[in-house]
């Protein structure tokens, strides 16, 4: 059997795939503006000089970039347009002195200049000051300026405080106003410890605790070793109880050298 249709029943059909076609070349649109303007990124960090670490190369990278704080990221990536010019805008990166301080906006984003070769070629770097994000914008051809739709992270990894063991004395003791009384310890850093020290605390003083450094280390990941204090330095009264601890110091220059204590 045949039925023929109302001239309005076609025009809602036709409506409906002019409405199906339109929101399809939307959502194709709306793809195509989150496309990365950048891709084939390669990543290099250079770690600050204190970690004694290997540069690490990312091909193939995301974008995102976690690291510790000093670290410079160099990124290396092909534009999908011909450029003229290209910076590399930044959240997060701490800025190079030789970059005039026009480069920073009031939204306390930084552009960096970055390298074109080839005209699609791109190049720039920053160092890692804190978290934020990453992306580049470029002037193409036509003398438009383009940023990147997507926004690459940039993660900041905390340098960990030293672990520290305190190994004798094992349990509490009582020691005379004159006793020599003797510490083992181990310490490790991810990075490097560069001091370690007894800290005594008289417990319910309100006096300043006593330090005596036991050890210069030269950066080292582990460190273990003996030393000694003595009662009567501190001060300390019959009757009182002290609370001993070691603490290692690490070798960070960068944030600044943090203690990890027993």
């Not at 059997?1 to 409906?16: D, E, F, I, P, Y």
């Not at 160092?127 to 300026?145: I, Y």
């Not at 009582?174 to 991810?190: E, F, I, K, P, Y």
Request: proline fraction near 5%; hydrophobic fraction near 40%; charge should be negative.
């Amino acid at each position: 059997a045949w039925w023929v249709a109302s001239s309005a029943t076609l025009s809602a059909r036709m409506q409906k795939l002019f409405d199906a076609g339109a929101a399809d070349a939307a959502l194709a649109e709306r793809a195509l503006q989150q496309a990365p303007l950048v891709t084939d990124l390669t990543i290099t960090l250079r770690f600050p000089a204190y970690m004694n670490a290997r540069d690490e190369v990312i091909p193939g990278a995301s974008g995102d970039v976690t690291a510790p704080r000093g670290t410079e990221v160099v990124i290396e990536g092909r534009a999908d347009r011909a450029v003229d010019s290209a910076a590399l805008v930044v959240t997060g990166g701490q800025r190079d002195p030789a970059v005039d301080k026009s480069a920073k906006s009031e939204s306390g984003e930084l552009a960096l200049a970055a390298d074109v070769k080839d005209g699609k070629n791109l190049r720039a770097k920053f160092v890692v000051d804190h978290g934020g994000a990453w992306r580049f914008r470029v002037v193409d051809k036509d003398g438009d300026t383009v940023v990147d739709p997507v926004a690459r992270k940039i993660v900041l990894k905390d340098d960990a405080a030293p672990s520290v063991t305190l190994d004798e004395p094992e349990k509490d003791e009582t020691v005379q106003l004159d006793d020599d009384v003797t510490v083992a310890w181990g310490a490790s850093d991810d990075f490097g410890v560069t001091e370690v020290r007894v800290v005594v605390r008289r417990q319910g003083s309100a006096r300043q605790p006593f330090v005596k450094k036991l050890q210069d280390v030269p950066g080292l990941r582990q460190v273990r070793g003996r030393g000694e204090f003595n009662v009567g330095d501190i001060g300390a009264r019959p009757g009182e109880k002290l609370a001993v601890t070691i603490e290692a110091v690490d070798n960070d220059t960068v944030s600044g050298p943090k203690v990890g204590r027993s």
